[in-house]
């Protein structure tokens, strides 16, 4: 069946440096790829997305890197910052409408 | 423009009892999406809705779950005869249609005694 998942649950960086996390998805056909950032006692707040026709897409010291050979996705964060601590969750948006959340990765930002 | 807005922001009921959650979508939304995230894990979807429709309620348990969208007012999520398993966080989410993105409410907090 479908799933999306994360290969590592919890990420520790020293403020500053640059956070990878990583995610993995099992369906071949899924188009549509978003990063989430959920903090404590909140919604997913939206990050970035990506469309399967796309290998790469940057933001604002977020980039996304969708290789669909190995159907892998990752997030970096640039200069990670206090403030990015929280759960992150990949997910794929499949016929439009319904999205899959991963199990998520927690961050922690070292001061 | 406000955002998705959702209350009660936490809700305790007694095993038995009924929980009403409610959703408002952002202005101008008229897609809304359920999930239930229970700690440390990630979102679950449940059901998917547009005004007066039920599109897709593959996630929904069978018995004692519903919702609605009605013409004039906010989505509801109800659970019937509530069970201590129901205790999770449910989110709402809206779009607006054709979109992909979806912008998540609050969510509601449940506590089962």
């Known amino acids: 069946g479908e799933s999306v998942g994360l290969h590592l649950p919890t990420l520790s960086v020293q403020e500053g440096d640059n956070s990878i996390i990583n995610c993995a998805y099992s369906?071949?056909?899924?188009?549509?790829f978003i990063w989430y950032k959920q903090e404590s006692g909140k919604g997913p707040q939206f990050i970035i997305d990506i469309r399967s026709n796309m290998d790469k897409r940057q933001g604002q010291r977020v980039t996304v890197l969708l290789n669909k050979t190995v159907k892998h996705l990752s997030l970096q964060i640039a200069a990670t910052q206090p403030g990015d601590s929280a759960v992150y969750f990949c997910a794929e948006n499949s016929g439009g409408f319904k999205t899959i959340f991963g199990a998520g990765t927690r961050l922690f930002v070292k001061a | 423009n406000a955002g998705v807005m959702q209350n009660p922001r936490h809700l305790v009921r007694r095993r038995g009892q009924e929980a009403r959650l409610r959703c408002s979508p952002m202005?101008?939304?008229?897609?809304v999406y359920w999930y239930r995230q229970l700690p440390e894990e990630g979102l679950k979807f449940m059901v998917y809705l547009q005004k007066e429709n039920i599109i897709d309620e593959s996630g929904m348990p069978k018995e004692r779950f519903s919702a609605e969208f009605p013409k004039e007012g906010p989505s509801i999520l109800r659970i019937q005869q509530v069970v201590r398993g129901d205790s999770a966080a449910y989110f709402c989410a809206s779009s607006p249609p054709n979109y992909n993105e979806q912008f998540f409410g609050p969510g509601t907090r449940l506590t089962v005694l």
């Open positions: 369906n071949s056909a899924s188009d549509y």
């Open positions: 202005k101008g939304h008229s897609h």
